[in-house]
Nanobody, 116 residues
Framework: QVRVVESGGGSVQAGGSLRLSCAASGSIYSINYMGWYRQAPGKQRELVALINRNGGTNYADSVKGRFTISRDNAKNTVYLQMNSLKPEDTAVYYC??????????WGQGTQVTVSS
């Protein structure tokens, strides 16, 4: 079993920055990709950013140039540096990983609120 725990959410004014962290633990052999999704009230969950084992990244168009995803393979941890935050970035942010034997695992989510 794999456990995924996010941290680092909070409230910030527009233009500010936050850094999210996500640590995976448990029965981990190897993690293919790690990433972040978000869900705003009344909206579907959407991809924010993904990073594969070799450091290749994929970003939603809405966050390109403002958010940076990175990972520490030795610590099974992924980070999301969010700069120039906008009110429309307000959402619950979920971390996900894909472990080669277990498959996908999700965290409980962390709230990010950006005020104008």
């Amino acid at each position: 079993q794999v456990r995924v725990v996010e941290s680092g959410g909070g409230s910030v004014q527009a233009g500010g920055s936050l850094r999210l962290s996500c640590a995976a633990s448990g029965s981990i052999y190897s993690i293919n990709y790690m990433g972040w999704y978000r869900q705003a009230p009344g909206k579907q969950r959407e991809l924010v950013a993904l990073i594969n084992r070799n450091g290749g990244t994929n970003y939603a168009d809405s966050v390109k140039g403002r958010f940076t995803i990175s990972r520490d393979n030795a610590k099974n941890t992924v980070y999301l540096q969010m700069n120039s935050l906008k009110p429309e970035d307000t959402a619950v942010y979920y971390c996900t990983i894909n472990e080669v034997r277990v498959g996908a695992a999700w965290g409980q989510g962390t709230q990010v609120t950006v005020s104008s």
